[in-house]
């Protein structure tokens, strides 16, 4: 049985979609032989966990925590950071408190307080007792005096804060310094490992065989979501039960797999979760700004949090690629082999983003080696849809950035010729004759009116015509769109963007599947080539996610560089992703990069927010004014100069000057609330360390975090 949303006949609609090779279909590898299990790795290590490690990682609790704490193994910490008296003044606390109450029981105990406070036992014992004196009087009379002393040693106690000081140096210090004795395995009925969801629903024989593979270190954390995910399928009535039941008793761990047949990534670089689908990115640092349940908590993003897509802004060499986006590219392709995500990665060749072996489509644009081709009009057959994404791509970087600008010109334009070349031949044009039509050369516009013609396509023949009246005309855009698409017809990418059938390019309509996909793009000699290509796959995907048919599974673009990628309909793209269960991963050197009426747009349409170190004041400034202020608690100290009016105080004063050295003053302190910015321009240019970066999260649900200094290498 495969994974939910994976059966044959989808992996077959993902193939026609895009998964193809280029020159000839090559299917998905066939499904491999189960390999045998991988060695345990430590806790602390950056590896699937398997054997007894898995079975220590699946019953470690992970508690509710805010938004972007690593749950795993969290311990929650108040809000508000207790108050806590310096060691120094403790131990000094408690000796004079020591000493005053051994002071006072002195001083009662030879009578220079006199005996007032024998009075009650003398009021209660009989005057028998009072000679000769029998073993009774004694007791009690000592009992007296140790309660007497007792409460006198709890008055001090208190005052001294001697419990504080037991806890900080006594018994449950040396305690929690111990090193934690091994946990017992919960019970059955409540042990995760042992499956009790599938025992309640009467699959008992495929939870027998998952708990045995379990102990016997044959399952992984990646089998273990994706079973999980499939069982989802089945209690939503996607999949029956007999059948989830026949193949996990059958094949174990190795069941319901992912169509590539890989149960696993060939090397791990970030700490995963994936009980919670987390990825740990770094650590709060302990530092003021950050709230105190905050500080050296971990941080980890999740599809929670880039569900409200994310922005990344720093220098190169501050660490956006290899801290940020290769961890959460590694998640999202644990994940897609987990059954639950669709990932496609966009970079340049050599950036950091994984082997080819991390993929299952790897799309090398102008490399003759590849594989995988890309599919320039997205696998739309409707003209006006394919029209409105090629359009973005070759121009929307040149659309009126203000609010309302558009390219709809650009749109109708290409609209006007590729609907009436799809209705003579099928199929959309390829990238030198897209070209031949938008110059207007006359064979190719003639050969395409006669084919109309003898099909009897009257009414692409009027779109045929409103293009010719419009060549030449002043502001026809059909010269602009030329000429960006003559940057595409180059000689290095002669053997791409076919679509004669001749090749099965990739399509984004494949994200209906859990497929990992990467897509490198030229750079050198090509640069604005890439550009028109990062924002086709851009346009591709927020037009492709929405109309998904399964929305269950969570599907992500990571971007690394989005320079020259936003437009106006980018970021009303991205705003509609998070309804669509999709986020986005944007990296920019510096918001320079994008035109200054979409910037505080581009800021309020991501939910999470990352401003690394070596940002600029004027890139600290955008940042700081979405962030925005917050009150806070002002502390003004003021010293003011005493003035003896007296000889005796003046001379005391002359004598305090010669010691300290200065003049005699009393401390005033006011304290009132301001407000001020959470982080100011100059503060995230100049005071987040190298490594470091400022971070504020949402969730998809609303639940916010605020701007968070990370120590990204922690």
Known sequence: MDTEGTSGAARERGVRDGTGARGAAVPHPARPVTPPPRPAHAPGERGAPAGSTFLTWLRTPRPAAAPGIWRFGHRPRPEQEPERTPTRQLLSGALIAFLVGWLVWSLLWNGYLGGWWLLPLYAMIPDSWASPHSFASVVVVYLYYAVFAVGIMVGVGRLGRWGELWRRFGYPAWRAARPAAPERAPAPEEDPATWPQLREAGAEAAAERLGADARAGLMRDVDHARIARAWQGVKRGRHSLAAFTAAVAKEGAAACPHPSGTRDLPARAARHDLATAQVRIGSAADDERNPYSYRGVGLALGPDLIGTSLLAVGPPGSGKTGSVVWPLAESLCLGALAGRAAVVVVGAAGAGLGGQDTYDVVVRVGSPDSVYDLDLYGGSTDPDEAAAVLAEALVGDLADPHPGGDSRRSTTVLAQLLGPYHAVHGRFPSVPELRRLLDGAPDALGALRTALTDAGHHAMLRELDARERQLGHPGDVGAVLADRVALLDRPAFASFFDTSGATRPFSLRALDHPVRVRVDLPERGHADASRILARLVLAQFTASVAVREDRSLFACLVLDDATGTITPQAVRGIQRL????????????????????????????????????????????????????EWTEARDVTDRQIIAETPAGKALHAVRRVIT?????????????????????????????????VLSLTTVRGDHAPPLLVDLRA
């Open 578 to 629: 998070r309804s669509a269960n999709a986020g986005a991963v944007l990296t920019l050197r510096t918001l320079d990069d994008v035109p200054r009426p979409l910037r505080s747009p581009l800021l309020g349409a991501v939910g999470c927010r990352m401003a690394l170190s070596g940002l600029t004041p004027w890139d600290g400034q955008d940042f700081a004014e979405v962030w925005g202020k």
């Open 661 to 693: 050295g200065r003049a005699p003053t009393a401390r005033a302190v006011t304290v009132r609330q301001v407000e001020r910015e959470r982080w100011s321009a100059s503060d995230l240019a100049h005071a987040v360390p190298p490594g470091h970066a």
